[in-house]
């Protein structure tokens, strides 16, 4: 130990570093993430699928991209728990009434 720094610690440099990986990282995987929501209607079109599973599908992608969006890039995953329940609890409420009037109005919308 030299000067009270700690041999092993990371520099700032590779702090930052390994930072940047970690958004490259992410990034990439919301652009697979995109990709797949493109794909999925487009392939479905010959009705593979129902189209329930389809939706429920996508919505679950799309709940998953925003939860990784607000942990990483807008750092809640390090903030108090309370911050990410405030945008999470929104989202899981409207997913549950989108589901529920895709349930009430099936015949309508399919």
Not at 70 to 73: H, L, R, T
């Given at each position: 130990?030299?000067?009270g720094?700690?041999e092993?610690?990371?520099?700032?440099?590779?702090?930052?570093?390994?930072?940047?990986?970690?958004?490259?990282?992410?990034?990439?995987?919301?652009?697979?993430m995109t990709?797949?929501e493109?794909?999925l209607?487009?392939?479905?079109?010959a009705?593979?699928?129902?189209?329930?599973?389809?939706?429920?599908?996508?919505?679950?992608?799309?709940?998953?991209?925003?939860?990784?969006v607000?942990?990483?890039?807008m750092?809640?995953?390090?903030?108090?728990?309370?911050?990410?329940?405030?945008?999470?609890?929104?989202?899981v409420c409207v997913?549950?009434?989108?589901?529920?009037?895709?349930?009430?109005?099936q015949?309508?919308?399919?």
């Open positions: 130990m030299a000067h720094h700690d092993h610690a990371p520099t700032e440099h590779e702090a930052h570093h390994s930072h940047a990986k970690l958004y490259v990282i992410i990034f990439f995987v919301l652009l697979v990709g797949i493109i794909a209607p487009i392939i479905n079109k009705e593979i699928m129902a189209k329930q599973l389809e939706v429920a599908l996508l919505l679950g992608l799309m709940t998953i991209k925003g939860a990784i607000m942990m990483f890039y750092h809640l995953k390090g903030d108090r728990r309370m911050f990410g329940t405030l945008f999470v609890f929104p989202i997913l549950l009434m989108m589901l529920g009037f895709f349930a009430l109005f015949p309508v919308l399919w």
